[in-house]
């Protein structure tokens, strides 16, 4: 079973910063990209942030230029660095990855932490 444990949430002034982590651990073969959701009150889950297995990364148009994702395959570890937060960015934060289990099995994209909450003061 894999586990997805978040932290480095909390309460941050507008135009501070935070780090989040996201260690996946339990009995796995391998695991491919990995991201960064959020979801707010009365909102969707939306996706802040992606990194794959080489490195190459996506982010949502709304953090572009401030949030960067990386991650330390070694360690099974993605970060989350938000720098000049905002109001808005303000929600709960989930971290995602994609799991084989197995080296017989597929990937599997269903595995979420417990979420993390980021909330950011004007």
């Known amino acids: 079973q894999v586990q997805l444990a978040e932290s480095g949430g909390g309460l941050v002034q507008a135009g501070g910063s935070l780090r989040l982590s996201c260690v996946a651990s339990?009995?796995?073969?391998?695991?491919?990209?990995m991201g960064w959701y959020r979801q707010a009150p009365g909102n969707q889950r939306e996706l802040v942030a992606g990194?794959?297995?080489?490195?190459?990364?996506n982010y949502a148009d709304s953090v572009k230029g401030r949030f960067t994702i990386s991650r330390d395959n070694a360690k099974n570890t993605v970060y989350l660095q938000m720098n000049s937060l905002k109001p808005e960015d303000t929600a709960v934060y989930y971290c995602?990855?994609?799991?084989?289990?197995?080296?017989?099995?597929?990937?599997?994209?269903?595995?979420w932490g417990q979420g993390t909450q980021v909330t950011v003061s004007s």
């Open positions: 339990g009995r796995f073969f391998s695991i491919r990209a």
């Open positions: 995602n990855a994609e799991v084989k289990e197995r080296y017989w099995s597929a990937y599997r994209e269903d595995f």
């Open positions: 990194i794959a297995a080489g490195g190459d990364t």
